[in-house]
């Protein structure tokens, strides 16, 4: 079966600090990855995808991620955090029709 | 526009007892999802309906049924509720599988 892995269950960091969200995927066919943001008591909201073309895409609220496909990862990354950016923050990857959810990285920005 | 609207919000159910949980979406989507949330385990498909009258099943649909009313409506319903059951439900809606999913805000579900 398909899966994503995100290796990282909970990430602490500092405000304004860099952070790196690592995501792995199992298939190294053609895929299309996205981060997803999750506030508390809310839905997700989409941070970013690839469907194609550049390898480093620019997301939502200076959140930027990088595709490799040799090593089958999309790692997000954020130059400098907020505290506004503690959320938890899902990897997902699209296998056929339908979406394939990792099991979530929870952002603890600390001031 | 709304987006994606799920009632009720909060529902607290005994074991055995039936319950339907109500989607909807104004954004004129073919593709609608629910899916299911516990600590750990990220988000599981249930079911999924491509387009109006279809449905599918998707990695845990056991002890569920899906209704695609019209092209708007997406309704979950659980016949005989389970403790195994608790849990956020989330209904999303997109224009096709390669594209972003639109999430509504999630119903928290207490089977006891």
């Known amino acids: 079966a398909q899966s994503v892995t995100q290796l990282d269950s909970q990430v602490p960091v500092f405000e304004e600090a860099p952070v790196e969200l690592r995501c792995n995927y199992s298939?190294?066919?053609?895929?299309?990855l996205f981060w997803y943001v999750q506030y508390p008591n809310q839905g997700l909201q989409l941070l970013l995808k690839?469907?194609?073309?550049?390898?480093l895409v620019k997301g939502i609220n200076g959140f930027e991620a990088e595709f490799n496909k040799s090593q089958t990862s999309f790692h997000l990354r954020k130059p400098s955090v907020h505290i506004s950016d503690t959320a938890e923050y899902f990897c997902?990857?699209?296998?056929?029709?339908?979406?394939?959810f990792g099991p979530g990285t929870r952002l603890s920005v600390l001031p | 526009n709304a987006g994606v609207t799920q009632t009720p919000k909060f529902q607290v159910l005994k074991t055995g007892q039936s319950m339907t949980l109500q989607c909807a979406q104004d954004m004129n989507h073919n593709s609608m999802y629910w899916y299911r949330q516990d600590p750990g385990m990220g988000l599981r498909l249930i079911y999924y309906?491509?387009?109006?009258?279809?449905?599918d099943k998707g990695e845990v649909p056991n002890g569920y049924n899906v209704s695609r009313l019209n092209k708007r409506e997406f309704s979950l319903r659980l016949e005989s509720a389970a403790p195994s059951q608790t849990s956020v439900y989330f209904c999303?809606?997109?224009?096709?599988?390669?594209?972003?999913?639109?999430f509504g805000p999630g119903t928290r579900l207490t089977v006891l």
């Open positions: 309906s491509a387009s109006e009258g279809t449905t």
């Open positions: 997902a990857v699209v296998y056929g029709q339908n979406f394939v």
């Open positions: 999303a809606s997109g224009s096709g599988s390669w594209n972003e999913q639109f």
């Open positions: 690839y469907l194609s073309g550049s390898t």
């Open positions: 298939s190294s066919v053609s895929v299309y």
